[in-house]
Structures are given as C-alpha cells and as structure tokens.
C-alpha cells in the first residue's frame, strides 16, 4: 500500500543544468499536481496533471518549467538550465479525483533540490 | 500575492494546554478551507477541513473555526500533546478550483 513515492530525495544540480523530478502517484490515482516550497514560505501550486493531460498550469514560471504524466510512468517535472532561485523542495499530491480541497491529497515526501 | 496568511511562523505551548493556530485569508471566493500537518523529511498530512458553510468542525482534540465575516480560521488542539509538534499548513480553495493555496505554515512545539 505504497503513497506517493517521490525521487530524488535530494537533487543537487549546477547552474545550467537540468533537473528531473519524479513522482509516482498512489495506486488507483490518476491525478497528479505538483507544488513548490520556497525556503520560509508556504506550498505553492505549480501544475495539475492528468494521464497524458495538463489540466492546469497556471502555476508554472512561463520558461524553464515542464511537466508531464505519461500514460505509462511517473510524472515528471523538468527544470531546464537551473538557476539558484529553482533551489526549493517540490512536492507532489495525488488524488483519486479531482482533489478540489476536499482533503483527498496525498503528499509525497518531497524532493530537494539545491542549485550550487 | 498571498492569499492565505499564517503570520505566526511559531507556537510554543506546554503539554495538556490548548494550542491555538490562525489563519487569514483575502479572498472571499475561497469555500472550501483545509489544516495539513507536516513532520520533517515528510510530506504534508490531511488533517481536518471546513466548508465555508459551516463554521465549526470538530474531530476529536482538534477544531477548527471559521469565521467568514473576518476571513478568519483557527486550529484549535486540545489537549496538546509532543506528538503534535509539527509544522501546520492552513490551506484554502475556491470554486472546484485546483489551485489550493497555502499559507506559510505555523511550527508548533509541545513541550513535555
């Protein structure tokens, strides 16, 4: 009865770089979102995905950032060409529908990433 | 823009006392409002939610408050106990939107 399984752990990228973050959903899921937490600060949505479908982005940055929930795979949010500022931890949610608050979200663990 | 506003980053309270956690928002749109708890290392836990057309929900030691005219939410825990030491996320959304927003968390420490 695996949750949401979230990896790297830990990503320590050079500037420039790109990062990869991956995040298999609860078993049954088929939504996906991801969210960010800057140093001091709250989580902040960044993209609700569906199997093959991005329903919402609306919280991504315009460049640099992508996401992806393949029909087969985890998702996958992409940082090209990192800079320092992309130094947070991201966290992915799932749901068995559409979350809408309804307390349905499951988190990961969260993973790291650190810009040097 | 913040939306949700947890203006106390922390709270110390003594074990077996009542831990009082607020939460401000803006925006009168939100209907639907959550408290997450999240430990170190780990990702945030549901914990309790209120529909705006309520204004007291109550699950075991914890409550939480709503009060609509003042866009205000508490978390109240009582009694409280270490266990409870973590960090809580007050969270809102509003219209079967997907975008739940977050505030910035409250750490909560009980001490024994």
């Known amino acids: 009865n695996a949750g949401v399984m979230q990896n790297p752990r830990h990503l320590v990228r050079r500037r420039g770089q790109e990062a990869r973050l991956r995040c298999s959903p609860m078993k049954g899921h088929s939504h996906v979102y991801w969210y960010r937490q800057l140093p001091e600060e709250g989580l902040k949505f960044m993209v609700y995905?569906?199997?093959?479908?991005?329903?919402?982005e609306s919280g991504m940055p315009k460049e640099r950032f992508s996401a992806e929930f393949p029909k087969e795979g985890p998702s996958i949010l992409r940082i090209q060409q990192v800079v320092r500022g992309d130094s947070a931890a991201y966290f992915c949610?799932?749901?068995?529908?559409?979350?809408?608050?309804?307390?349905?979200?499951?988190f990961g663990e969260g993973s790291r990433l650190t810009v040097l | 823009d913040q939306q949700v506003k947890q203006n106390s980053p922390s709270l110390s309270v003594q074990e077996g006392r009542i831990s009082i956690l607020n939460c401000d928002y803006t925006?009168?749109?939100?209907?639907?409002f959550l408290w997450y708890k999240k430990y170190p290392a780990e990702g945030p836990t549901f914990l309790i939610s209120?529909?705006?057309?309520?204004d007291k929900n109550e699950d075991g030691r914890f409550t939480v408050f709503l009060n609509k005219s003042a866009k205000h939410l508490s978390l109240h825990i009582v009694p409280s106990q270490p266990g409870d030491s973590a960090v809580y996320f007050c969270a809102a959304s509003a219209n079967n939107n997907n975008d739940m927003r977050f505030g910035a968390g409250t750490r909560l420490t009980v001490k024994p």
């Open positions: 209120i529909s705006s057309i309520k």
């Open positions: 925006n009168s749109m939100f209907d639907y």
């Open positions: 949610a799932s749901s068995p529908s559409q979350g809408r608050g309804t307390g349905e979200l499951f």
């Open positions: 995905l569906q199997k093959e479908n991005i329903i919402d």
